[in-house]
């Protein structure tokens, strides 16, 4: 079955210490995006990428990173500059044309501890 | 002015009622919009899609979309407990923008 998988499903991180969101998918989608949701709140892009070893900024990118190495993949990274991380991560993806929406995956829920 | 505007709610309706969604956004230029059902704890799921002046019908879900007011919405025929949700419009802005979702709840 073709999807979006991310993971981990749950995710702790200490004060200071970065981690990496996986975010991987078989649908041969050339898109991915990266939102995140607060509690009450619509979703707010991250990053997004319409093409390998391209991405671009989305409205709140400030103290994260990606990568698109590959088609399949857009790993996001949330380092120690992000002051608020507590929150839900989100991937998902589309034809570049974006016409029939995108499709998520389950989402990581990130805690800062 | 926010890109996309939904009422937060919640929206309360009885079981078997029909359940009206709203929904404005504020690009004239915006050519697709599309309507997602959000269960709590859950990632969005694609329900409604639409890119035409009018109403598209699919089962109990009804998108209407009128461009030169630049208002979409999203009726639900006899909603169901498992209706219960939160529903988010997005446009598509060079990129989808969503708002911040419309919470629904059916009694029973």
């Known amino acids: 079955d073709g999807g979006i998988t991310q993971s981990p499903k749950y995710l702790f991180r200490k004060e200071g210490q970065n981690v990496t969101l996986s975010c991987e998918q078989n649908?041969?989608?050339?898109?991915m995006y990266w939102y995140r949701q607060d509690p009450g709140q619509g979703l707010r892009l991250i990053y997004y990428?319409?093409?390998?070893?391209?991405?671009q900024k989305g409205d709140i990118a400030e103290g994260y990173s990606v990568s698109r190495e590959k088609k399949e993949s857009f790993p996001l990274t949330v380092t120690s500059a992000q002051k608020n991380p507590t929150a839900f991560y989100l991937c998902?993806?589309?034809?570049?044309?974006?016409?029939?929406?995108?499709?998520f995956g389950s989402g990581t829920r990130l805690t800062v501890v | 002015q926010k890109e996309v505007e939904q009422n937060s709610g919640p929206l309360s309706v009885p079981e078997g009622a029909i359940a009206s969604l709203n929904c404005t956004y504020s690009?004239?230029?915006?050519?697709?919009f599309f309507w997602y059902r959000q269960y709590s704890g859950k990632s969005p799921e694609l329900i409604m899609f639409?890119?035409?002046?009018g109403d598209k019908e699919d089962g109990r879900f009804t998108a209407q979309l009128n461009k030169a007011s630049q208002y979409v919405s999203l009726l639900i025929r006899d909603s169901q407990p498992s209706d219960s949700a939160t529903y988010l419009c997005?446009?598509?802005?060079?990129?989808?923008?969503f708002g911040a979702g419309t919470i629904l709840r059916v009694k029973s």
């Open positions: 998902a993806s589309s034809i570049l044309r974006q016409q029939y929406g995108y499709t």
């Open positions: 649908l041969n989608h050339d898109a």
């Open positions: 990428s319409q093409i390998v070893n391209d991405f």
């Open positions: 690009d004239r230029g915006s050519q697709s």
């Open positions: 639409i890119y035409s002046n």
């Open positions: 997005a446009v598509i802005l060079n990129k989808l923008v």
